[in-house]
């Protein structure tokens, strides 16, 4: 089935630990994003890959680092946890250039940071 | 900066109609999305405005006057499975979603 897979489902992670959130997507499509969603607020832009080999900050990048070594991998790193980090995290992609065709997101990691 | 205002919740009766307002201020517009996102679950797509005016898919509508900044969702005949919050976002000059906080929706029988 065509889509977006991310893992873990869901995380306990000690504060000070690294992390690496998984998305792999199998739709070709060239940009790909990682948002964070919290109680009471939008979804936030961390990072964002609009092709293989390059990044970009978003709106809250600061605490996470990502890599786009191909088409279908986005990692997301957590170099060292903090409880403000506890959240929702959804990697999606889109075809990049035509924004019509909106996004797909993955079914999401839910974090617990202690 | 850029903001996007949504209710934060509304209740509705199943059956019934509702409406759904979204205003924007952003930089720049390159179009409009709405996505349902159930409780646990991911958004998922539901419409696209970039012209002014209804874009009708089956029992949601989607309206949009890019002058006033505003948008509505519009959903006929609710179902108790349209219970869901309801994501307005718009894409700026960058191309970049600017996301609202999104309305949660209850569809009270």
């Known amino acids: 089935i065509a889509g977006i897979t991310q893992a873990p489902t869901s995380q306990i992670l000690a504060a000070g630990r690294r992390m690496t959130l998984r998305c792999t997507q199998d739709?070709?499509?060239?940009?790909m994003y990682w948002y964070r969603q919290d109680l009471g607020l939008g979804l936030r832009l961390i990072h964002y890959?609009?092709?293989?080999?390059?990044?970009g900050k978003g709106e809250v990048p600061d605490g996470y680092s990502v890599s786009r070594a191909n088409t279908d991998d986005f990692p997301l790193t957590l170099a060292s946890a903090v409880p403000s980090q506890t959240s929702v995290y959804f990697c999606?992609?889109?075809?990049?250039?035509?924004?019509?065709?909106?996004?797909?997101f993955g079914s999401g990691t839910r974090l617990t940071v202690v | 900066g850029q903001n996007i205002d949504q209710p934060t919740e509304m209740t509705a009766t199943e059956g019934a109609i509702v409406q759904i307002n979204c205003t924007y201020q952003?930089?720049?517009?390159?179009?409009l999305f709405w996505y349902q996102q159930h409780a646990g679950e991911a958004p998922t797509f539901l419409s696209y405005?970039?012209l002014d005016g209804l874009e009708e898919k089956g029992r949601f509508s989607s309206f949009l006057s890019r002058s006033k900044g505003y948008s509505y969702l519009l959903l006929k005949e609710l179902q108790m499975k349209d219970s869901a919050s309801y994501l307005c976002?718009?894409?700026?000059?960058?191309?970049?979603?600017?996301w609202g906080a999104g309305t949660k929706l209850i569809i009270k029988p």
């Open positions: 999606a992609s889109s075809e990049g250039g035509t924004p019509g065709f909106g996004y797909t």
């Open positions: 952003t930089s720049g517009f390159n179009g």
């Open positions: 739709m070709r499509h060239n940009a």
């Open positions: 976002a718009v894409t700026d000059s960058n191309y970049q979603l600017i």
């Open positions: 405005n970039v």
């Open positions: 890959s609009n092709t293989a080999g390059t990044t």
